[in-house]
């Protein structure tokens, strides 16, 4: 039970954690290798397919965790709000089509962006005397560190990826449209995958700060008492 109970500290903490996600990644991956050889390139690219709905799931997730974690947080609420309702943003865009044939063309912009864009301002808004200090301090957790990293990858990588000049020297080949849906595809879902790890570091990260509050202050009340009984003595 002990040695149990050390591993699982272990794999809790920030190295352990790191190996994890690697875990998780390899294991995704090979998944979807499997599912690629067996079905076929067609599924990776498929509209409200497996894929576009994991991306849709990795990113809703961590914009879930982004924002409960700047609800329990007494710092950075602002960059945290902030990163739930740019990755927000991009789960509703992922689902674009899906919102189209329930409401209108571009629901996602109206009924999700919109209304992100505002909670995103109206929460700079509100503290915008600590917004710069607490955002310097936020920078340097985990959380965007990885955040940041898998925005640059989606942003820059992904996007290349998604232009027609990127494949000029294979565009007449017959299986164009498959090798493009194939990586650009790949790729996304893998920037995805490390955004919802980054909402797991910032929800662990409030709740891990908490936690050594709550367990800090009875040691040092304790520690109060005892040093008062030793001067009274």
Known sequence: MTYLRQLAEV???EPGRLVIYGVISFVFGQALYELLVSQ???FIGQENGLVEWSQAIFAAFAAAAFFIAAKRSDY??????????????????ECDQVLETIFF???????IGLPL????????WKYRQTVLTDSLRLARTPAIVMFGVAGVYLCAVCQIFDRPGFWVGIDDHP????TKMLVEEFAEVFGYLLVAFSGIEAFIETFGRR???????PLNDANRTDATARRAA
Not at 76 to 93: D, F, M, N, W
Not at 175 to 178: E, T, W
Not at 211 to 217: K, N, R
Request: glycine share 12%.
């Open 40 to 42: 076929g390139v067609g």
């Open 117 to 124: 864009l505002v909670i995103a301002i109206a929460t700079a």
């Open 105 to 111: 063309s571009d629901a996602h912009k109206y009924l």
């Open 11 to 13: 794999a809790v903490r």
């Open 175 to 178: 299986n164009a449209l498959a």
């Open 211 to 217: 936690a050594t509050e709550s367990i800090a202050l």
């Open 76 to 93: 950075g609420k602002a960059g945290l709000v902030l990163c739930g309702a740019l990755i927000g943003y991009a789960a509703a865009r």
